[in-house]
């Protein structure tokens, strides 16, 4: 078994060299991570790369918990998170000689949606955690139509699960009735098309669904930048160790705090951190 | 095969042997065993490839036991990854698997072998010719171009009008089955009589028999009708979307097998008054039963094993439907549950959580691996008896 690993260790470091051969280039810059965090990375790259037509850099969307291993791994120079790295995954980075610094990209509500024909329009956080919990089962129970209700949540492998989870459940289990879709795309089109679903996203993916007011909190730009709403959380970039000054990099991870960044930020349906 | 193959090998002996120089055979010698080696490393390689899967995925499975036991894994359906105390109660996922499988299984034989029996034995060879190749065209299709299919439109027309789809399948599928087991008690049943009696005897049983179908059929479809599906994300809209994806399987093998049945075996059957109905049912699809049954068998591999198409339109809710049957509540598979949860599963600390995935990939292994062997072992079987 240890020649094995020592077999397997050899493989992932000639991988990680090789990542390294990559990531190692200053004009070209990998960024890897949550599906909710991308649009902005991929926002932000588009822009750099138009002002900066030598630099090349790809985005890809694997999750968070991905995007962390990609860090770890020296597969990427930016791993896009939707939630604070876990402990675990910063003993992971100090072992492999990875310091992962922090980067506040942006802030991020998760809205509550239903389809457009459900009249509901306030839930409080305790209504949404019985949900989750299948304590509550029936929309007449909310005061709505008699229709058993879809809950429908995040898989347990995204970063948007996991806000959901602290923020919302306060440690209660999900109920075994609870669907689990991929990404927040797939969960705007399963509420669009059921008109007994609820589901959370963020908020740039509320189009054609009806995001409920939380606590009688409206979920918009204002609200969550004042934190006022109460389902909102910062969405993050990290790097390993701080980026060299000038570096494309440093302009790079940099943009969410130029005027610039902020307006791609805004336009696409995130807050601007302070 | 062998018999020509032979007799190349007694010419060989019987010639005399080519008078080489001594370097010139050493040489000779050299090449045929550098050429066989590789030949046989090539075909090895394969072989290999199995058991080092099969030995990587054991042994990341294996510590699993050692961190949580086996009892919870197999009896408890709560199934909480994540949380602090995690769960791993997989139950939920096996009786997902299965019941997808078994509605894929539903969805794809009767179809599948219909169309194998059309193609081999009912259509114009010509005709043949240009449907074989449009039915396996379903397999080049990729799994995640029907999970969109089923997420997209499948599962909202199910929520929309699933109970009135239901209703009108009833019918469809109902009405022929009846009228074909109708068909068969009433002249079991008056076999014996004569014949002026035989006749009204049998329309008697046929027209009783009929009402009642009927009744039946109105009452079951009137019943689906009028159900309303709150999730069209379900192990209907899956089974359906995975037998689809069985059929060219299904009907390619059982084709083959189909076709494998001797010709002198239907022309004995019409020899003796047989008609082609007869002839089909009677004679060339029992002589073939094996080959479809190994037919079924891939098909159920193929459908256990489909991930993208359960992990996007089959609402992956970690719950035994109750009851077991009911084929309206999401449910969860095995693999859609290793395809989602290996994203955050911790290899760096090598949890429970990551071990428990590869643990579900080797019960899956396992699996297809008996019926891998069983459909062997059946399609060996038939080679024998029917001395091909």
Not at chain 1, 37 to 61: C, L, R, W
Not at chain 2, 135 to 145: F, G, H, Y
Not at chain 2, 285 to 308: D, F, K, N, Q, Y
Not at chain 2, 344 to 372: I, K, P, Q
Request: aromatic share 8%.
């Amino acid at each position: 078994m240890n020649t094995w690993n020592k077999i397997v260790l050899g493989i992932v470091a000639i991988g990680m060299t090789a990542g390294l051969a990559t990531a190692g280039d200053a004009n070209k810059i990998v960024v890897d991570g949550s599906t909710t965090v991308g649009p902005i990375a991929k926002a932000f790259a588009e822009y750099y790369m138009g002002q900066h037509p030598d630099v090349n850099i790809t985005v890809s969307e694997s999750g968070s918990g991905n995007g962390a291993k990609s860090l770890i791994n020296a597969a990427c120079d930016v791993a896009a998170m939707s939630r604070p790295m876990k402990n675990s995954e910063m003993k992971a980075a100090k072992d492999a000689g990875v310091l992962p610094i922090e980067h506040i990209a942006a802030m991020d509500g998760i809205a509550v949606v239903v389809h457009p024909s459900n009249p509901l329009a306030n839930l409080t956080i305790e209504q949404i955690r019985d949900i989750y919990t299948g304590k509550i089962t029936n929309w007449k129970e909310l005061g709505g139509p008699d229709r058993p209700m879809v809950a429908i949540s995040r898989d347990t492998n995204s970063g948007t699960y996991e806000t959901f989870e602290t923020m919302v459940m306060n440690k209660a289990k999900m109920g075994e009735k609870v669907e689990y879709v991929g990404s927040n795309g797939a969960i705007r089109q399963r509420v669009m098309s059921t008109p007994a679903a609820i589901g959370y996203v963020g908020l740039a993916f509320t189009e054609e669904v009806k995001p409920l007011t939380v606590n009688g909190v409206e979920a918009s730009a204002e609200t969550v930048a004042s934190k006022e709403y109460p389902i909102s959380r910062p969405l993050y970039l990290y790097t390993n160790g701080r980026p060299k000054q000038s570096s494309p990099l440093h302009d790079f991870i940099n943009l969410p705090d130029a005027p610039e960044g902020k307006k791609i930020v805004e336009d696409l349906g995130f807050v601007p951190s302070n | 095969m062998t018999e020509n193959v032979k007799t190349m090998n007694e010419m060989r002996r019987d010639m005399p042997p080519l008078l080489l120089s001594h370097s010139a055979r050493r040489r000779q010698r050299i090449a045929a065993a550098v050429g066989n080696g590789f030949l046989l490393a090539v075909t090895s390689l394969s072989a290999l490839a199995v058991l080092f899967i099969f030995y990587f995925i054991a042994r990341d499975a294996w510590p699993f036991f050692r961190l949580e036991g086996v009892r919870e894994f197999f009896t408890s359906v709560r199934w909480y990854p994540s949380a602090d105390h995690a769960e791993f109660g997989a139950l939920a996922m096996f009786v997902g698997s299965g019941l997808v499988t078994l509605g894929a299984i539903l969805v794809a034989v009767p179809l599948g072998v219909a169309a194998a029996v059309c193609l081999s034995d009912v259509l114009p060879f010509s005709v043949r010719q240009v449907v074989k190749p449009v039915i396996e065209i379903l397999a080049a299709i990729p799994s995640v171009a029907y999970g969109f299919f089923a997420l997209v439109v499948l599962a909202p027309l199910l929520q929309e009008s699933g109970g009135p789809i239901l209703g009108v399948a009833v019918w469809i599928v109902g009405a022929p089955l009846a009228a074909l087991a109708i068909v068969v008690v009433a002249d079991l049943a008056t076999d014996r009589l004569r014949d002026r009696t035989r006749t009204r005897v049998r329309w008697l049983i046929v027209g009783l028999l009929g009402v009642g179908a009927f009744a039946a059929l109105a009452f079951a479809g009137k019943a689906l009708g009028g159900l309303q599906i709150a999730s069209g994300a379900n192990a209907l809209n899956v089974s359906i979307i995975l037998g689809i994806m069985a059929l060219p399987t299904v009907v390619s093998v059982s084709e083959d097998a189909l076709q494998a049945v001797e010709r002198g075996l239907r022309e004995g059957s019409y020899a003796l008054g047989a008609t082609r109905a007869e002839t089909l049912v009677k004679t060339v699809l029992p002589a073939a039963g094996s080959g479809i049954l190994a037919a079924v068998i891939l098909g159920v591999m193929r459908a256990i094993g489909e991930t993208m198409v359960v992990w996007m339109a089959s609402g992956n809710a970690a719950q035994i439907p109750s009851p077991w049957y009911n084929f309206l509540e999401p449910v969860r598979t095995l693999t859609a549950t290793i395809a989602g949860d290996m994203g955050e599963a911790d290899h760096v600390t090598g949890s429970a959580r990551y071990h428990v995935l590869f643990l579900m990939a080797l019960c899956l292994l396992v699996f297809s691996l008996l019926c891998n062997l069983s459909s062997e072992w059946v399609i060996r079987r038939t080679r024998k008896k029917t001395g091909g």
